[in-house]
């Protein structure tokens, strides 16, 4: 079973890659130490994921998003505000509303929906060969890659493509050089039911200790009004707020949304706990392998674009793979590993460097800096053009 390309790691972006190659005609193996169930139908576990217009396209084209099993919700306001736990938000605010796009910003999906519709479509396409749960040792030389499996079986690769993770073994194992930034942050993570509707509006709620956000969910039949967060606050104090008991955790989380427009909240199910840091490959390429995703870049959720960061690798790959595979060159050819590595690092590297400085700029209690980010925030708000400029950047159009 030779391929065209083997994916390593079949994650939101490793997953996504593998079916839009095969929509076009390319004969893909994809490979991940955990199981890949098809129909595996997991509990609410309250954590999802923003989608930006441009990679709910991509997911569209693999087949991926029609065979979500749950409904998304748009996001189609996003309040920015600045504040103190406790504090009414500062009077000078930011909002990105209707008016500044022709579409939603994004869509809420749960991280279990796209797992389902992933892995059920990686066993419906009939180019895919899905190798679960396996690991590989893969051999690479100019002429071609060679993937050995555990039980002994090998095949032939023209492309290796390593979507493994933050802790890509790949990676590391082709000695590509990682660089790490730490930023003394835990983020906890999970859904909140409210008294309110959230009408699709979301919120970045700045304080001293970190960013926290709020972020539409469609609704269920026992919590029609749902929401997740993603509460960002210093390392030491994090796990201690993530296992205070229900009560005294719902009054933090109101104290920290700057306003009273969703009421009383309740928490809902598990709450996730993960320390944050970016981090980011000194190049995406090496002999007849790629680095995509969280492999090659990861960056703080202070705006939701680290999985759409992958997928806009994802679109750029797919793009010049599916021409080099219909004119029938090399998929491993160093020319073409190159002309990735030129369209994607440089974006990917100028997104990593914007919300490390946000992060720094707005985790910070000092009167001074606090005056020059309210006046950035009010004035943004004030300058309807370059609102749609950052709009349309963040949807990735
Ligand atoms: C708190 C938090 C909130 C976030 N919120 C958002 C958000 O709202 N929007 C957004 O865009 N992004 C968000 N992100 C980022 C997002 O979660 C990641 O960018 C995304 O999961 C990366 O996907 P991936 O497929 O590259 O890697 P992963 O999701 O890490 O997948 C890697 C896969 O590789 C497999 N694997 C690993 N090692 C091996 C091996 N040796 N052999 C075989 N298989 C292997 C694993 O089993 C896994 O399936 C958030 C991140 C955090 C921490």
New binding site residues.
């Given amino acids: 079973m030779d391929v065209d390309v083997c994916i390593?790691?079949?994650?939101?972006?490793?997953?996504s890659l593998a079916c839009r190659l095969a929509v076009e005609g390319l004969r893909v193996a994809i490979?991940?130490?955990?199981d890949l169930p098809p129909m595996e139908h997991p509990d609410f576990d309250g954590r999802?994921?923003?989608?930006a217009a441009g990679p709910k396209k991509l997911l569209e084209e693999a087949g991926i998003w029609q065979a979500l099993p749950l409904s998304s919700c748009p996001i189609e306001d996003i309040l920015v505000t600045d504040g103190r736990p406790g504090e009414p938000a500062s009077s000078l605010f930011l909002e990105f509303t209707r008016a500044d796009a022709n579409q939603p910003f994004g869509w809420m999906v749960e991280a279990r929906a796209l797992r389902v519709a992933l892995n059920a479509t990686l066993h419906n396409m009939p180019n895919i060969t899905v190798l679960a749960p396996?690991?590989?040792k893969v051999v690479r030389k100019p002429e071609g890659a060679i993937v050995h499996l555990q039980d002994g079986r090998s095949f032939r690769a023209s492309l290796v493509v390593a979507?493994?993770?933050?802790?890509?073994?790949l990676r590391s194992e082709s000695g590509i050089p990682l660089t790490k930034l730490s930023y003394g942050q835990t983020?906890i993570?999970c859904a909140i039911a409210h008294e309110f509707p959230h009408d699709n509006g979301a919120l970045e709620h700045f304080l001293p200790a970190g960013p926290f956000a709020q972020?539409p969910m469609a609704g269920t039949e026992e919590h029609p009004y749902l929401s997740a967060i993603?509460w960002s606050d210093k390392d030491a104090l994090a796990q201690r707020f993530a296992d205070l008991p229900n009560d005294v955790f719902a009054r933090e989380v109101e104290r920290r949304m700057g306003n009273h427009r969703l009421g009383k909240v309740t928490p809902v199910g598990r709450r996730w706990v993960?320390p944050?840091s970016a981090q980011y490959a000194q190049r995406y390429t090496d002999t007849r392998l790629l680095l995509?995703?969280?492999?090659a870049h990861?960056i703080h959720?202070i705006a939701?674009?680290?999985?759409?960061?992958?997928f806009r690798d994802i679109i750029a790959l797919s793009d010049i793979l599916v021409t080099a595979h219909s004119r029938g060159d090399d998929l491993g050819a160093p020319a073409l590993l190159a002309c990735y590595q030129a369209r994607c690092r440089p974006a990917n590297m100028l997104m990593l460097a914007a919300t490390d400085t946000l992060d720094r700029l707005f985790s910070n209690d000092n009167p001074i800096i606090r005056l020059a980010r309210d006046i950035g925030i009010v004035g943004v708000h004030r300058l309807p053009k370059l609102r749609k400029a950052f709009v349309k950047h963040a949807m990735g159009l």
């Fill in positions: 390593v790691g079949a994650g939101p972006v490793g997953g490979v991940d130490r955990a999802a994921y923003a989608i396996a690991e590989v979507a493994d993770g933050r802790k890509s073994r983020a993570v972020l993603v993960y944050l995509v995703g969280d492999a990861g959720p939701g674009q680290g999985l759409n960061l992958g």
